[in-house]
Nanobody, 122 residues
Framework: QVQLVESGGGLVQTGGSLRLSCAAS????????MGWFRQAPGKEREFVAA????????YYADFVKGRFTISRDNAKNTMYLQMNSLKPEDTAVYYC???????????????WGQGTQVTVSS
């Protein structure tokens, strides 16, 4: 399986921005669709965004449309999540995910990172 390591989390004020990164290793990065999920305290993990292997097809959860942008750089084996206009309800641990199936990466990815904490203060 591909190994995934997230970075870029932190504390930000309401309305601020953060850029998360997910570095992949161990397998050919461009063979994988990639995604972001998040889990807030006391809640189930939920889908945030996904991108196909080429980076030209993206899918977002309704609650982040217009605020978050997912992208990838296959030459750097890295995926990104640019988060703008952050809200306190965006506070969660954000997880990077990968699967060779674009459909699967949205629902049940085969590989996960360990997560990075994002905290939005009001």
């Amino acid at each position: 399986q591909v190994q995934l390591v997230e970075s870029g989390g932190g504390l930000v004020q309401t309305g601020g921005s953060l850029r998360l990164s997910c570095a992949a290793s161990g397998r050919t990065f461009s063979n994988y669709a990639m995604g972001w999920f998040r889990q807030a305290p006391g809640k189930e993990r939920e889908f945030v965004a996904a991108v196909n292997w080429a980076g030209n097809t993206r899918y977002y959860a309704d609650f982040v449309k217009g605020r978050f942008t997912i992208s990838r750089d296959n030459a750097k084996n890295t995926m990104y999540l640019q988060m703008n206009s952050l809200k306190p309800e965006d506070t969660a641990v954000y997880y990077c995910a990968a699967d060779q199936s674009y459909t699967a990466v949205v629902r049940t990815p085969g590989s996960w990172g360990q997560g990075t904490q994002v905290t939005v203060s009001s």
